[in-house]
Structures are given as C-alpha cells and as structure tokens.
C-alpha cells in the first residue's frame, strides 16, 4: 500500500569551518589594515596626484571611445560619409555618394559577363574614395571662400587621377564639372576657361562626339587669340588650340570622305590647313596640304590636287622628311596617270624607290616597286613588271607581313604567266610535233623555257594586265 515516509539526512553545501578563532582573527586584522590604509590614503591623497592620474591613464588606455569602435564595425564608405557629414560637407557628401550610385547603376544596366562585372565596386576601392573625399572637400571649401580658382584645380587633379580605362567616366565627370568651375573664374583673362574647353574637346572626342568637341575646341581657340599663355613645355596655348582644330577638322572630314560627300569636305579640310598653317607647325602643315590634295584627288580636281601636293613637297623636303616625300611622290604619281601624263607618273614613282630606301622605309619601298610592276605590267611590259615585283617580293619576305609577302607572290606568279603566254601560245597555234613535244617537256618540268622577254614584250598577243592595286 502506502510506504512510510523516509526522512533524509541534513548534507551541508558547503564544508564545516573548523577553526572559528582563527578566521575571526584574520578578519579583525583585515578590517584594520583596511582601515589605516584609508587613513593613509586621506592624508596622501593631496600629496601623491601622480598616481591617481596614472591609475586612470591606464584605465583609459584600455577603453575604445564610440568612434573607434564604429571604424571597425561599419565600411570605410560609411566613416568616410560620417566624418564629412559631421565636418559640414554636405556636398562633397552628396557627390561622392552619387558617383558611387552612377557606378552601381552602370553595372546593374550592363549584361552579366560584361567587363563591368569583373571589375571592383567603386566602394570598395578604398584609396579611390580617400582621394575622392580629400579633394571634394577642398573644392568645397575653396568654393564657400569664393575661390573658384582652386575649385578647378582640385577638380583637374581628380580628373588627371583617375587614368585607368575603366575610370575613365570618372575624368570625365570632373573635366565637366572643372569647366564650369573654370567659367567662375574671372581672374585670370579666361586662361582656365580655355584650358577647360580643351579638356573636353578631347573629352568628346574619346566618346566620339566630334560636332561637340568642333564647339569646345573652337571656344579654346577664340579665348586663346591674342595670348602668350604657355603650358610647361613652353608650347603657346594658342598653338594647340590650332592643331587640336586642325584634327579634329580632319576626322570630321574623314566622316564625309566615307559618304563620298567631296565639297563639304575639301572645305572641312581647307579650314583644317588653314589651322595648321597658323599654329606654325611645319610638320603639320605638310600633313594639312596632304589631306587636302587627296581629298581634291578623289574629286577628279587633279589640277588643285597638285597644286597641294606640290607644297607637301616643299615642305618636306625643307624637313629632311623622307617618308612624307614619298608619300607625295605617289599621290603626284597617281594624278598624273589619271591625266594621262603616264611618263612623267613613272618618273615621280622612280623618285618613290629612290627616297624609300632607308632601312626604315622598307613598308615604303616595297610598295613603290609593286607600283612600278603594276604599271609596266599594264602597258604589257611584263619583264619589266616582273622586276619590280620579284623586289618587291623579296622585301616582303623580310617585313613579317604575311599580308603583304601573300599579295607579292599573288602579282609576281601572274606577271610570269603573263610573261610567257606569248610563246606559250604561238608553240600551241602551230601545233608542229617539235612544238608538240616542247610542250609536253614543259608541263613535266614546270621550267621557265617559254619566257622570252623581248619577245614577250613585241608580240604579246594577249593583253591580261594585272589588276591595279
């Protein structure tokens, strides 16, 4: 049924404290020499300061104060925008968080496996937004003080910074943020204006806007007339403003040159000369008559064209230029073939060969000899044609241009034919059985019997001229 009750026995936690005497006498003594240390410490509480602030010099040495715990705790963005915050920079803030959102957005539009994704978020690129946040915010502060001076040279700085292909945007953004610094500035006679309109020219042009890189260059080269500003080099502002036009006068008639639309780019390319010769580069002046008299070429207008081409030859011989030379001499060449003037074209191709032949020069040379062979070969001169083109070809063997060494073989293998079709076929049209035999000799022996040079060139029944170039 029911089971009596067991009582338990009484097990203390702790064990007995056998020797009650003793730990009273430890504690009066504790008590006392905690109260003479008191004492103590009362009346040399004034006399030792010293201590009391080294004990609390290494109490705090030990504690991290907020700041310092949220420097480890939060990303180098996030302290990096805290502290401007907290310094008044609003706006350096909201730019750089901006730009940091542009670069999130770039990469969110772009397909995955674009170059984009395989780059490092901007973010997180630490030594970028140190400079980034250095000088935003000494723009910032020039800029409340008025200095718009320094506004854009801080702003120039982070545009030369950023370099790397993929920051790019980056240059850009401060070029275009610099210009509009650079229009605030009124100390200076509009040097930095100018300066700031050929940032982005060049701007433009890397994006392939050249109608508004036309319009920038043209305003550095108004605010530039009538100016003695140099760079570091020396070179009159001025100067560059012509060539940078001179160019970019150039590319835009290219555009035109492509869509065969002739008179607005001779005209295009007549204002580019015009540049050219003010900025008082030879070099470049020859390279603006050049373009002109090819575009005037292409034309039909060979009379201008020469006229042109003429003064690129003035130019470059003053120079010493041996290449340009050359490359006059070939366009002199082709215009006066089309005027059918065809001796006096051989002789400015000779001139070609004669001024191509540093060891430097040798795209050029062969080039001028597979002129050569193309023009004799035309008139059915195919010895002399075959000449040129075995030069030719063995200056291709030497270029590394299989391109080039492919298409030497190509004209010489076609000249020979041409060669030897006169005999060829007279041992074929009278079909006697020691013709018949000299054939069949020949079709074993690949040899060159039936190249008969002279003959080739009086009787040549056939005319297959090779294909100009």
């Known amino acids: 049924m029911f089971t009596p009750a067991v009582l338990r026995e009484h097990v203390p936690f702790l064990p007995p404290i056998r020797n009650t005497d003793k730990l009273f006498q430890s504690r009066d003594k504790l008590r006392g020499s905690l109260s003479g240390t008191s004492k103590a410490r009362a009346q040399t509480k004034a006399k030792e300061p010293e201590q009391t602030s080294q004990v609390e010099d290494d109490s705090n040495k030990y504690s991290l104060t907020k700041d310092e715990v949220a420097i480890f705790r939060n990303s180098h963005k996030h302290n990096l925008c805290v502290e401007m915050l907290r310094q008044g920079y609003h706006r350096s803030f909201s730019e750089l968080l901006a730009l940091i959102h542009r670069w999130n957005a770039t990469r969110a539009a772009a397909e995955h496996g674009a170059s984009i994704w395989q780059q490092q978020p901007l973010e997180e690129q630490h030594h970028k937004l140190d400079q980034l946040q250095h000088l935003l915010t000494r723009a910032e502060t020039a800029q409340r003080a008025g200095r718009y001076e320094e506004v854009y040279e801080n702003q120039v700085a982070l545009a030369c910074y950023f370099v790397e292909p993929e920051d790019k945007w980056l240059s850009h953004h401060f070029y275009e943020t610099g210009l509009v610094s650079a229009r605030r500035v009124k100390q200076d006679g509009g040097r930095r204006e100018a300066e700031a309109n050929s940032n982005m020219g060049h701007v433009c042009t890397e994006r392939g806007q050249l109608e508004t890189a036309r319009e920038h260059y043209e305003a550095f080269h108004h605010l530039t007339e009538g100016q003695a500003w140099k760079d570091e080099a020396g070179r009159t502002l001025h100067s560059q403003a012509c060539q940078c036009l001179w160019g970019i006068y150039t590319l835009l008639a290219d555009k035109m040159l492509e869509n065969k639309e002739y008179g607005p780019a001779i005209e295009t390319l007549t204002k580019a000369f015009q540049m050219a010769k003010e900025g008082g580069d030879k070099a470049v002046e020859g390279q603006a008559a050049y373009r002109v008299g090819l575009a005037y070429q292409s034309a039909g207008n ?34 006066l073939e089309s005027e059918g003037k065809l001796g006096e074209s051989v002789e400015y191709l000779e001139k070609f060969v004669e001024v191509s032949q540093d060891e430097s020069l040798k795209h050029n040379l062969e080039e001028a000899c597979m002129c050569l062979g193309v023009f004799f070969c035309s008139k059915g001169q195919y010895d ?81 001229p090779v294909s100009r170039r």
């Open 384 to 464: 002399r044609g075959c000449q040129h083109f075995e030069r030719a070809y063995e200056i291709a063997q030497h270029l590394n241009n299989v391109c080039v060494l492919q298409k030497a073989q190509v004209y010489l293998g076609t000249a020979r034919a041409c060669m030897m079709m006169a005999s060829y076929s007279g041992q074929v049209a009278q079909a006697r059985r020691v013709d018949t035999c000299k054939l069949v000799a020949w079709k074993e022996s690949r040899n060159d019997m039936f190249i008969d040079a002279d003959a080739t060139a009086r009787e040549s029944p056939l005319h297959n």
């Open 302 to 335: 060979h009379r201008t064209a020469e006229r042109y081409l003429n003064l690129y030859v003035d130019i470059s011989t003053v120079l010493g230029d041996e290449e340009s030379l050359g490359n006059a001499y070939k366009a002199f060449a082709k215009s």
